[in-house]
């Protein structure tokens, strides 16, 4: 039973709180009906088992709380009858209850509820279940909420009446009227406090659930206008709201437009909302927005809280808020991260990348796998390409150091990646990520991880990459020594490697440890000279090891520890210190001295590596005192003095008697150098050995205490050389030799050549104008014994060349640098190895061949006859007086190259050796990385000559030329040693390097920038000789080698043509390799010197007539043009007597374009971003066309011209095909040129063996013969197997697109020309019977076939529109099938095996082709129209081969009809096959 209260329920107290007033209209009731109403409500309340006025807590609800609702629910449920009166009842109720929730305590009964578990005990909630008054009840709940938006912050729950209320709108069953609901709840939110505003929006998903209209997201957006306080409960609504497309599409509008506007704080959640909405759709849209609206300043803030909980998310500022967020969100969603790979794949300018890319790219590399290979991948390609710069990376890691500290493994793994890289550049970003983080993370455990890794690094295979470390961590050393004391024990794990490295690398190693030693010795505390003992004591074991690897570990280490503890401009703390560190200095010297005397090697490094220290600073006096004392005994070691320029004793040497060789003093000389005498004793044989090293000491300690001159020692410069009497170098005085005399005759002048070169190495640094050290006189001088000393090397190079090929013989090392590492041996030991087991095992195969040989003569001793020296002779090249009389050598006889052995003639005992300049035998190549190596200042010697145009025909510059080639071709071996083994030249030009010495590429490019006008003034000069084509006589060839003091000069013979030619090419093989290098491609000035040096006196603007406007004169693009005008003049020129010159022209030509090309894709960022006129877009396009041409000139030139060096094109094929390669890639349409040569000037030319006169009146092309045919098939193949893979690709992009019907049709047409073409190349073979043609027919057309197939989608998705097209493709195509056919089994029954192996691989591609063409006319309904058989067996002339003909002889005649190549009995739409 249900007792009700019948007394007045007592007027609200009065409201304390300062609320305003709300704005709802209240309910107009007389006060006399609200009791009535009130008391209505209850008692409806108490029918259906409520206690409404509980005097204990809230009202009471019955136990069944739905048969409560349910109850009310019928009772205010209007039916037809009583529609009125539950009307009326429903009015009743409500306005009862908002009468009695006007007082604040009843309302925060009805809202409370009887359980602290339960929510849906309270009063208001079960009456928010009941549909009818669902709605009053609302609005009127919502009406109450302005009354209590006052509320103190902090307080719970049951105390805020307003977040109870809208807690009770949260997940009901059902909202009745949901539009009406959400307006009124939006208007409510519209004038409600912050706090309460956020409660609304976040609850927003929970109050209406499914029931969203455009008007939420509306509000939504407004508010967020108006308040960006509100953004994050917004985002919160919009992630977990049932948004469909179109307002989720307006959610992310908004949501986009906040980034710009956000408070900091605020931008992670509103980044997360992004990342997380991403679609397929919207992903691009998304990353696009996040990386050009949102801004890194990159400056290191304080994180709101340092301590760091376990468990806890770390606390960093707001930027590494924003990087976890980005992160986080990153990790799950693989869209996201493909997009922005794709996205950040295509900037290709610096200025297009940003802060947050780096970050982007760097979050997604931590996150791991599956995509980490990628970013390293892009990461690289960026770096290298100039895109990603160290600012930004700088701005990456200082600015957010807490978020970088928490993944610092990310970071050094990036690091680890880029230092391993072959690129340079990738090198240089790897080693500055590792400095910014030493620098930027100074605690112990960073530091350990970085020097960790480093140590790491030094155990790599990659020699780049160790020397990248070292040298980066001698810059760390030279900068932190102090804070790296404390970790020399990380450190001390290099020395594990010292074994593997080269020799520039053990001077880093060794520079690390020597400046942490000098910096231990400087420091107060004790313990830490221990890293100077150990230092030191590995340095004595080494220098102490019998092995020659581990002394010259020691003595690298010991000089570089005299370097840095020695450095006379060091300032000591205490004189005892600097005492006992000379002291010790001196004690590890003489050790070190000591135990090179049993090495020659040992004792050549040591004097080389101290005068490199000699040459860069100065030590201190008591070092320079000792080692005055040490070389003191280079006079009684080397030198003997002369009296009236003639030795004293002239007594044989090992039955050797000697003469004075190259006296440039006369007979004022007071010394000559002792070399013979040196030579022929065995016990003062290694003398020899250290003497050019020695010297070299010598010279740099002279230079260093007397102001840069040598006077002290210039009398060494012009003394003769006690030389073998020239007598023993003719044909009888060799003959009576023993062995041991040829050796020491190859010894002598072995070390006499390298004398000389260390004097060049010595004395041209007195003529280098920036030391001002010797007066105009004494360098003029200088100057002219330079210039004989020079040939006086190039006389005795080559005719040491000679003798090592009479008698072969291993001559000792003199510069043991040559070997890179102890595990690799040099290539050029390599040769030499091979080149002598190759002459032993010909001797051998000689002599078994000469064993088992029938005898052609009658004579028993002409049979038994043994090699004789005359023999010898006659293979080196000599001369005889007889043939020297009855002979006029044309150039091209004097070539250089050594006589095979075809000399008839008796010689006479009295002839020598001849001396052929130039040399280019190889006999002495294979040895050249034994001899000391010229230094970049002795190619201040080319700057010698001052040439104008009107004397070129000087007797005196012709006769220097020899010199200058020699000095072209070592700068040209020094360049191809510096040119990065990514920027080769396509085309294998010149030499591999040789033995190149210690220098960097800072020292040459510094030596070659005073060059350009001299490299262009040899150029010109040997050009204006070879068009002129005078000759010089050989008599004064031999006066000028004679006025060197050279002996024997009558045998020496040069080639004016030769020389002259040889000097053209080497300064366009240094041109073309300077262009490569990576200084000149970083320094603009020294790229404009270069490009200046050769421009032509006058540029022919009319050949440029599609450049409007020209370039202005001295614009970097007026240079280019003229660059190009003049190496295109001199290829012109070049035509009328020499192909190999021309071709070199050629292949400048195009080093010169791709330049031009490179350097205007660099040169348009700078112009817009200066926004100014940019460069000429027409250039590249004019100067291809014009290469083009040049290359057609030389394809279409006739080269066979008797009266030049012109006498063919044999052995030229590899150059006629990269002539032609040019020609067709620079050609305007490469497919129309591909289908002309091969279907019309291909079929033309001859196979015969004809000097190619006959085939010139064939076709248009003279280049196209015999010898070069092959060269031409093989080309035409590759092109056109180039230009059907670029097809593929291109309509497999268009695949997915939609293709227009002229594109389509434009794509078939090209795909038909390659058909063409590889049908007209492939039935070549009908008339050609060459192997080779065949077997390049079937390699190539079946990688032809095997590209053809992947064009199938394509032809099967236009068959419909382009029917025609498609099936002639198809038909064209199969003539060269069958054709490929016929080879394949005309090559199994010839056993032709060096074509068989390539048939397994064809055989499958056509059988793959048949069933492709069968699947496309099938899946196109036209299979009723493809029939398939067997072909007969014929031969490539179309014979039936007799054992497989055929019985029926019907069916031969309508398969003859179907092979035909004439009358075609088919339908035009009838396609047979055959497998």
């Known amino acids: 039973m249900v007792f009700l209260s019948r007394k007045?329920?007592?007027?609200?107290?009065?409201?304390?709180?300062?609320?305003?007033?709300?704005?709802?209209?209240?309910?107009?009731?007389?006060?006399?009906?609200?009791?009535?109403?009130?008391?209505?409500?209850?008692?409806?309340?108490?029918?259906?088992?409520?206690?409404?006025?509980?005097?204990?807590?809230?009202?009471?609800?019955?136990?069944?709380?739905?048969?409560?609702?349910?109850?009310?629910?019928?009772?205010?449920?209007?039916?037809?009858?009583?529609?009125?009166?539950?009307?009326?009842?429903?009015?009743?109720?409500?306005?009862?209850?908002?009468?009695?929730?006007?007082?604040?305590?009843?309302?925060?009964?009805?809202?409370?509820?009887?359980?602290?578990?339960?929510?849906?005990?309270?009063?208001?909630?079960?009456?928010?279940?009941?549909?009818?008054?669902?709605?009053?009840?609302?609005?009127?709940?919502?009406?109450?909420?302005?009354?209590?938006?006052?509320?103190?912050?902090?307080?719970?729950?049951?105390?805020?009446?307003?977040?109870?209320?809208?807690?009770?709108?949260?997940?009901?069953?059902?909202?009745?009227?949901?539009?009406?609901?959400?307006?009124?709840?939006?208007?409510?939110?519209?004038?409600?406090?912050?706090?309460?505003?956020?409660?609304?929006?976040?609850?927003?998903?929970?109050?209406?659930?499914?029931?969203?209209?455009?008007?939420?997201?509306?509000?939504?957006?407004?508010?967020?206008?108006?308040?960006?306080?509100?953004?994050?409960?917004?985002?919160?609504?919009?992630?977990?709201?049932?948004?469909?497309?179109?307002?989720?599409?307006?959610?992310?509008?908004?949501?986009?437009?906040?980034?710009?506007?956000?408070?900091?704080?605020?931008?992670?959640?509103?980044?997360?909302?992004?990342?997380?909405?991403?679609?397929?759709?919207?992903?691009?849209?998304?990353?696009?927005?996040?990386?050009?609206?949102?801004?890194?300043?990159?400056?290191?803030?304080?994180?709101?809280?340092?301590?760091?909980?376990?468990?806890?998310?770390?606390?960093?500022?707001?930027?590494?808020?924003?990087?976890?967020?980005?992160?986080?969100?990153?990790?799950?969603?693989?869209?996201?991260?493909?997009?922005?790979?794709?996205?950040?794949?295509?900037?290709?300018?610096?200025?297009?990348?940003?802060?947050?890319?780096?970050?982007?790219?760097?979050?997604?590399?931590?996150?791991?796998?599956?995509?980490?290979?990628?970013?390293?991948?892009?990461?690289?390609?960026?770096?290298?390409?100039?895109?990603?710069?160290?600012?930004?990376?700088?701005?990456?890691?200082?600015?957010?150091?807490?978020?970088?500290?928490?993944?610092?493994?990310?970071?050094?793994?990036?690091?680890?990646?880029?230092?391993?890289?072959?690129?340079?550049?990738?090198?240089?970003?790897?080693?500055?990520?590792?400095?910014?983080?030493?620098?930027?993370?100074?605690?112990?455990?960073?530091?350990?991880?970085?020097?960790?890794?480093?140590?790491?690094?030094?155990?790599?295979?990659?020699?780049?990459?160790?020397?990248?470390?070292?040298?980066?961590?001698?810059?760390?050393?030279?900068?932190?020594?102090?804070?790296?004391?404390?970790?020399?024990?990380?450190?001390?794990?290099?020395?594990?490697?010292?074994?593997?490295?080269?020799?520039?690398?053990?001077?880093?190693?060794?520079?690390?440890?020597?400046?942490?030693?000098?910096?231990?010795?400087?420091?107060?505390?004790?313990?830490?000279?221990?890293?100077?003992?150990?230092?030191?004591?590995?340095?004595?074991?080494?220098?102490?090891?019998?092995?020659?690897?581990?002394?010259?570990?020691?003595?690298?280490?010991?000089?570089?520890?005299?370097?840095?503890?020695?450095?006379?401009?060091?300032?000591p703390d205490c004189s005892s210190s600097q005492v006992s560190d000379c002291g010790e200095i001196l004690e590890l010297l003489k050790t070190s001295v000591d135990s090179c005397r049993q090495s020659n090697l040992a004792l050549i490094i040591f004097y080389d590596e101290f005068a490199a220290i000699l040459n860069q600073k100065l030590l201190q006096p008591e070092i320079m005192e000792w080692i005055g004392k040490h070389l003191g005994e280079f006079e009684s070691l080397f030198l003997a003095d002369l009296d009236n320029g003639e030795m004293a004793n002239k007594s044989s040497y090992s039955g050797l008697e000697g003469d004075l060789w190259m006296n440039l003093d006369g007979s004022i000389s007071p010394i000559c150098l002792n070399i013979l005498a040196l030579a022929s004793s065995s016990s003062e044989s290694c003398c020899l050995q250290i003497l050019p090293s020695n010297f070299l000491l010598l010279s740099s300690v002279e230079r260093l205490t007397n102001g840069g001159s040598l006077a002290g020692i210039d009398a060494l410069l012009g003394c003769p050389l006690h030389l073998p009497s020239s007598k023993y170098f003719a044909a009888a005085g060799w003959q009576s030799l023993t062995k041991k005399q040829r050796e020491i005759l190859s010894l002598s002048l072995y070390y006499a050549a390298n004398w000389i070169r260390e004097l060049l190495n010595a004395f041209s640094s007195q003529i280098d104008k920036r030391d001002g050290c010797i007066s105009q006189a004494t360098e003029k001088d200088v100057t002219t014994k330079l210039l004989m000393r020079l040939r006086n090397l190039i006389f005795l190079e080559s005719l040491l060349n000679n003798l090592i090929t009479l008698s072969p013989q291993s001559l000792p090392e003199l510069h043991p640098y040559s070997a890179t590492s102890q595990h690799t041996e040099h290539p050029e030991r390599k040769n030499e190895k091979r080149k002598l087991q190759d002459d032993d095992a010909s001797q051998r195969k000689g002599n078994m061949k000469n064993k088992f040989k029938k005898s052609k003569q009658p004579s028993v001793d002409e049979h038994l006859r043994q090699p004789t020296i005359l023999d010898a002779f006659k293979k080196a090249g000599v001369v005889t007086s007889q043939t020297q009389l009855h002979e006029n050598p044309s150039p091209s006889s004097l070539d250089g190259r050594i006589a095979s052995g075809s000399m008839h003639e008796t010689c006479s005992g009295d002839e020598s050796l001849s001396v052929k300049i130039p040399q280019l035998s190889p006999a002495l190549a294979a040895q050249r990385f034994k001899f000391r190596p010229l230094l970049p200042q002795c190619l201040s010697i080319l700057k010698f000559p001052k040439v104008q145009s009107q004397n070129i025909r000087n007797p005196e510059y012709k006769t220097e030329l020899p010199l200058y080639l020699y000095l072209l071709q070592d700068l040209h071996t020094k360049l191809d040693s510096l040119v990065p083994p990514g920027k080769l030249l396509p085309f294998k030009r010149g030499s591999p390097p040789g033995n190149l010495g210690r220098f960097k590429l800072v020292e040459l490019v510094s030596q070659i920038k005073g060059l350009f006008p001299s490299l262009r003034m040899h150029l010109n000069t040997a050009m204006s000789l070879l068009i002129k084509g005078e000759e010089t006589s050989q008599t004064i060839w031999r006066d000028e080698f004679a006025k060197a003091g050279n002996p024997n000069t009558s045998n020496i013979v040069v080639s004016d043509s030769l020389i002259y030619t040889m000097v053209c090419k080497e300064v366009l093989l240094c041109f073309s390799k300077m262009l490569t290098l990576p200084g000149f491609e970083t320094d603009k000035s020294l790229l404009l010197d270069l490009l200046e040096a050769f421009q032509p006196t006058d540029i022919p603007v009319d050949s440029f007539a599609d450049l409007q406007p020209f370039p202005s004169p001295g614009t970097k693009d007026y240079l280019f043009i003229g660059v190009y005008c003049f190496y295109e003049d001199i290829l012109n020129n070049a035509c009328s007597f020499s192909f190999d010159l021309a071709f070199e022209c050629l292949l400048t030509l195009q080093l010169v374009v791709t330049s031009a090309q490179k350097y205007i894709g660099k040169v348009s960022e700078e112009v817009i971003k200066k926004r100014c006129v940019g460069p000429i877009q027409g250039l590249v396009p004019s100067l291809h066309a014009k290469l083009g041409t040049s290359a057609e000139k030389l394809l279409r030139h006739e080269w066979i011209d008797e009266t030049t060096d012109n006498k063919g094109l044999k052995n030229k094929g590899e150059m006629v095909q990269n002539i032609l390669r040019i020609y067709l890639e620079t050609s305007g349409s490469t497919s129309d040129l591909l289908d002309e040569l091969a279907c019309t000037i291909l079929p033309q030319a001859s196979l015969s063996k004809s000097t190619g006169e006959d085939d010139a009146h064939d076709h248009e092309f003279p280049t196209l013969c015999s010898a070069t045919f092959r060269g031409w098939y093989k080309t035409l193949h590759e092109e056109n197997l180039a230009i059907l893979n670029k097809l593929v690709k291109v309509v497999s992009s268009e695949k997915r697109q939609n293709c227009q019907s002229e594109a389509t049709e434009a794509h078939l047409r090209d795909i038909q020309k390659t058909v063409n073409v590889i049908v007209s190349l492939v039935n070549l073979c009908r008339s050609h019977d060459k192997v080779t043609i065949h077997g390049m027919a079937i390699k190539y057309g079946g990688k032809y076939v095997d590209s053809f197939l992947k064009v199938f989608d394509f032809l099967e998705a236009h068959i419909q529109d382009h029917n025609e097209l498609v099936i002639q493709l198809v038909k064209d195509l199969q003539k060269a099938t069958r054709t490929l056919q016929t080879l394949c089994s005309e090559a199994k029954g010839m056993k032709q095996t060096a074509i068989t192996s390539k048939i397994p691989a064809t055989k499958r591609s056509l059988e793959r082709f048949l069933f492709h063409v069968k699947a496309l006319l099938h899946t196109t309904s036209r299979g009723s129209n493809f029939w398939m058989g067997s072909l007969k067996h014929k031969d490539l002339r179309g014979q039936i081969v007799s054992s497989q003909a055929y019985v029926d002889n019907e069916t031969d005649e309508v398969e003859e009809e179907t092979m035909s190549g004439g009358e075609d009995p088919m339908e035009a739409d009838e396609l047979p096959l055959s497998p």
């Not at 109850?71 to 009307?87: G, M, N, P, Q």
């Not at 679609?279 to 304080?302: E, H, Y």
């Not at 990603?388 to 150091?401: H, S, T, Y």
């Open 8 to 571: 007045k329920p007592p007027p609200p107290p009065p409201s304390s709180s300062s609320a305003p007033p709300p704005k709802f209209p209240q309910p107009q009731k007389k006060s006399t009906d609200e009791p009535d109403a009130v008391e209505k409500m209850t008692a409806i309340l108490a029918e259906a088992g409520c206690t409404l006025n509980n005097p204990y807590g809230p009202p009471c609800l019955p136990s069944d709380l739905h048969a409560f609702r349910r109850h009310l629910t019928t009772r205010f449920s209007s039916c037809s009858a009583e529609r009125d009166s539950v009307s009326d009842l429903r009015s009743v109720f409500v306005a009862g209850f908002s009468s009695y929730v006007q007082s604040p305590s009843n309302l925060r009964r009805v809202l409370s509820t009887c359980s602290s578990t339960k929510r849906d005990d309270s009063l208001v909630r079960n009456l928010l279940l009941v549909s009818p008054i669902q709605l009053d009840l609302q609005e009127t709940l919502l009406e109450k909420l302005p009354e209590y938006f006052d509320v103190v912050s902090g307080c719970s729950l049951e105390e805020d009446v307003a977040r109870l209320i809208i807690n009770h709108f949260r997940w009901l069953d059902f909202i009745a009227n949901p539009d009406v609901f959400t307006d009124k709840l939006m208007e409510v939110l519209s004038i409600s406090p912050p706090h309460l505003k956020k409660e609304i929006i976040g609850s927003l998903p929970e109050i209406i659930g499914d029931h969203i209209s455009r008007a939420v997201v509306d509000s939504l957006e407004k508010m967020l206008q108006e308040d960006s306080s509100v953004v994050v409960p917004v985002l919160d609504s919009f992630s977990n709201l049932n948004l469909d497309d179109q307002l989720q599409e307006q959610a992310l509008t908004v949501a986009i437009s906040c980034i710009r506007t956000i408070d900091a704080e605020h931008m992670p959640y509103l980044l997360r909302f992004l990342l997380l909405a991403a679609t397929q759709a919207n992903v691009r849209r998304i990353i696009s927005q996040i990386r050009q609206q949102l801004k890194f300043t990159g400056i290191s803030q304080p994180c709101a809280s340092q301590n760091k909980l376990k468990g806890k998310a770390p606390a960093y500022n707001s930027e590494g808020s924003i990087l976890h967020a980005l992160r986080s969100s990153l990790r799950f969603k693989n869209i996201l991260c493909q997009e922005i790979i794709k996205d950040l794949n295509g900037l290709e300018k610096p200025r297009d990348f940003k802060v947050i890319d780096i970050w982007l790219l760097i979050l997604m590399y931590m996150n791991g796998d599956p995509i980490r290979k990628s970013i390293e991948k892009i990461f690289k390609k960026k770096v290298v390409d100039g895109c990603i710069q160290e600012a930004l990376l700088d701005q990456c890691i200082c600015g957010n150091k807490e978020f970088v500290k928490d993944n610092f493994g990310s970071f050094i793994s990036l690091a680890e990646h880029l230092l391993s890289s072959k690129e340079e550049k990738a090198r240089e970003f790897g080693s500055h990520i590792y400095t910014r983080l030493f620098e930027g993370f100074a605690d112990n455990y960073s530091r350990q991880e970085i020097l960790g890794a480093l140590v790491t690094h030094v155990g790599s295979d990659n020699k780049f990459e160790v020397s990248s470390v070292l040298e980066m961590m001698t810059v760390l050393v030279k900068k932190y020594a102090q804070q790296l004391l404390p970790f020399s024990s990380h450190i001390n794990g290099i020395l594990d490697y010292l074994e593997g490295f080269t020799v520039e690398n053990l001077h880093k190693v060794y520079e690390v440890f020597s400046l942490l030693a000098l910096s231990a010795r400087a420091s107060p505390d004790s313990f830490r000279s221990s890293v100077s003992n150990e230092l030191m004591m590995i340095v004595r074991k080494q220098i102490s090891h019998p092995e020659l690897k581990y002394q010259k570990m020691g003595l690298v280490g010991t000089l570089r520890i005299v370097s840095s503890l020695g450095d006379a401009t060091s300032v």
